[in-house]
């Protein structure tokens, strides 16, 4: 860390009535889109001077997020979801050791050593995975690549476990060997 950033830190205290740690965790009560929102809520709210609001901001920010808190995120609000993530990540995980599962802010990718699905909580209540099946016609469930655009050829809408059958497993399979 640099001297004057830490001189900054060291000096917080007396200069805004917190210390790093206090600012870090009003700041984890609450949510802003933005960084400029974060530091506009503390000058506005807490007459904290712009410098020591942009310092407190951007050292408040989570490093790098787990795996498990990045799929924990995409099901909140959306937990009746998880059964399904769930059941497909433990189909997926048959297909070999080779498999990469990458949980992103809104998705979790599946990888082999291409990219051959993505499993996406799109609304409260459903799931959609998207698959790559170069070729393959679109049947009323199997839709087009919808909202995955050219991620992914192929679509399946997810509202329930049960939906996982064999019909389905064969396609992600299939998605799965394309990826060789």
Known sequence: MDKALQTMIDNMPEKTGK????????????HFEKHAQAVNFL???????????????ALSKDKKQSSEELVEKQY??????????NKLIGVVKKFGTDVKITPKKTEVSLDRKRKFGVIRP????????GLKLKGKPTTDRLE???PFGTMCTHRVRLTDANQIDDELISWLKESYEGAE
Do not use: C, M
């Open 144 to 146: 087009s690549s919808g």
């Open 76 to 85: 909140q609000g959306k937990e009746t979801l998880k059964p399904i993530y």
């Open 43 to 57: 000058k506005s709210e807490h007459n904290v001077t712009h410098g020591f609001a942009n310092t407190i901001v």
């Open 19 to 30: 210390s790093l740690e206090e600012w870090k965790q009003l700041l984890k009560t609450k």
């Open 122 to 129: 799109s609304t409260k209540s459903r799931i959609d995975l």
